[in-house]
């Protein structure tokens, strides 16, 4: 069972990136997926979250209207397409099953599956 996050790089500001979790061992289609991220010297903060069955998503206010999440059943593999980057964005990004199938409006999210995280590095 493992979770794996990938699709960081050193990026410019207003650049692009798309990063990438996908399953192996383990189906996806049970959860819905959050994207949290990390920068040096500050706590972890949630980014985006897609529930399991509608397809409903959710956005931090810093990230709303330049980060959409997406879900690909058949690669088992939930994406964050990053534009607009901004150096504020630079952090490592992790990925995580959440048992609460939905993003909002529900019990408060229980983490179970953790990936590696991936590093993003938005220069000025």
């Known amino acids: 069972v493992q979770l794996q996050a990938s699709g960081g790089g050193l990026v410019q500001s207003g650049g692009s990136l798309r990063l990438s979790c996908v399953a192996s061992?383990?189906?996806?289609?049970?959860?819905?997926i959050r994207w949290f991220r990390q920068a040096p010297g500050k706590e972890r903060e949630g980014v985006s979250c897609i529930s399991r069955n509608d397809g409903g998503t959710n956005y931090a206010d810093s990230v709303k209207g330049r980060f959409t999440i997406s879900r690909d059943k058949a690669k088992n593999t939930v994406y964050l397409q990053m534009n607009s980057l901004k150096p504020e964005d630079t952090a490592v990004y992790y990925c995580?099953?959440?048992?609460?199938?939905?993003?909002?409006?529900?019990?408060?999210?229980?983490?179970?599956?953790w990936g590696q995280g991936t590093l993003v590095t938005v220069s000025s």
């Open positions: 995580a099953t959440d048992r609460v199938t939905v993003c909002e409006g529900g019990p408060p999210p229980q983490i179970d599956n």
């Open positions: 061992g383990f189906t996806l289609d049970y959860y819905a």
